[in-house]
Every structure is written in structure tokens, then in C-alpha cells.
Nanobody
Framework: QVLLAESGGGLVQAGGSLRLSCAASTSIFRFLGMGWYRQAPGRQRELVAA???????NYEDSVKGRFTISRDNNKNTVSLQMVSLKPEDTAVYYC?????????????WGQGTQVTVSS
């Protein structure tokens, strides 16, 4: 079992920045693919960014150049640095983990953290 706990959400003005963090309680963190999904009201959940166990990254087109995903295998954490935020980034953001070590349908989900970007 992998438990994921997100932190760092909040309210920010358009153009601002936020950093989301996710702490994973597992001994196999370094083998997991980690990711961030988001879900806005009335919309489907979508992959925002993912990082493989070997450090490869994948981003949704609308966040490329603005969001950066990173991981610290010593601390069992994954972070999402978000800059130049837009109102359309408003959503609940979920930390995920995938046993395959890459990106794909997650096996584990966190509870989510709200990000609200005001115009």
C-alpha cells in the first residue's frame, strides 16, 4: 500500500506561483512513477505532469514551460512547481503513483489539494 499526502495548494492571483508537494509513505518510492492529475469542476480528470522512476518527465501541453515536476527519492517526495498560473489552472490537484515506474493509469491517489487562480 502506498499512501500519498499532498500539500501546498491555495489561492493565488493570475501570474502567480505555487508549489505543490506530495509525501509518499512507502519503501518502494524510487521504483514508482509519480504524477499530478487535476480535475476542474465539470471537467474530466487529466494528467498534468508525470515523472518516471528514472527521471523522465511528461507534461500536458497547456502547462509546458510553466510547470515543473521533480522528485526526491531520499525524502520520498514529488513536487510540482507552477509559475505563470492562469485561471484555467484552477482545479483539485491529485498526487498519483504508478507501479510500472512510468506514466499510465495510476495505482494510487492522494486526497487532492485545491488550487484556485483568480483573475
Amino acid at each position: 500500500q502506498v499512501l500519498l499526502a499532498e500539500s501546498g495548494g491555495g489561492l493565488v492571483q493570475a501570474g502567480g506561483s505555487l508549489r505543490l508537494s506530495c509525501a509518499a509513505s512507502t519503501s518502494i518510492f524510487r521504483f514508482l512513477g509519480m504524477g499530478w492529475y487535476r480535475q476542474a469542476p465539470g471537467r474530466q480528470r487529466e494528467l498534468v505532469a508525470a515523472i518516471s522512476s528514472t527521471g523522465g518527465t511528461n507534461y500536458e501541453d497547456s502547462v509546458k514551460g510553466r510547470f515543473t515536476i521533480s522528485r526526491d527519492n531520499n525524502k520520498n517526495t514529488v513536487s510540482l512547481q507552477m509559475v505563470s498560473l492562469k485561471p484555467e489552472d484552477t482545479a483539485v490537484y491529485y498526487c498519483t503513483a504508478t507501479r510500472t515506474g512510468r506514466w499510465g493509469p495510476p495505482d494510487y491517489w492522494g486526497q487532492g489539494t485545491q488550487v484556485t487562480v483568480s483573475s
